[in-house]
């Protein structure tokens, strides 16, 4: 693991350039995608947000990371799946209660 601040939560919108990729509508999740670029080692990170307006403490969000190769081809609706398949990512948000940690496996950005 890197040494950068953008391997540590929390993270701090100041050290990211970001580029949306669109909304995933699966699941009518209207899940927010974007790329983010560390304006420090240049790395770059899919960030996926979801939040439900009628559930209190509904907040997620996921961020793994991503190359230039992978992000090519990258769709709204296949960010879940991605973020599934990498060795880790972090999660945070008011659902899990947490500003940043690390995980693996299942993204739980549905209801």
């Given at each position: 693991?890197?040494?950068c601040p953008c391997h540590s939560p929390p993270f701090h919108?100041?050290?990211?350039?970001?580029?949306?990729?669109?909304?995933?509508?699966?699941?009518g999740r209207y899940g927010d995608v974007s790329v983010e670029t560390c304006v420090h080692c240049g790395q770059k990170w899919l960030r996926y947000h979801v939040?439900?307006?009628?559930?209190?403490?509904?907040?997620?969000?996921?961020?793994?990371?991503?190359s230039d190769e992978q992000l090519v081809a990258l769709k709204p609706e296949d960010a879940v799946p991605?973020?599934?398949?990498?060795?880790?990512?972090?999660k945070g948000?008011?659902?899990?209660?947490?500003a940043g940690e690390r995980s693996s496996g299942a993204v739980r950005a549905s209801l």
């Open positions: 693991m890197s040494n919108y100041l050290s990211f350039k970001s580029a949306p990729v669109g909304v995933d509508e699966t699941e939040e439900y307006e009628a559930f209190t403490a509904s907040g997620r969000r996921f961020r793994g990371l991503i991605f973020l599934e398949k990498l060795l880790w990512y972090f948000g008011s659902y899990f209660g947490t």
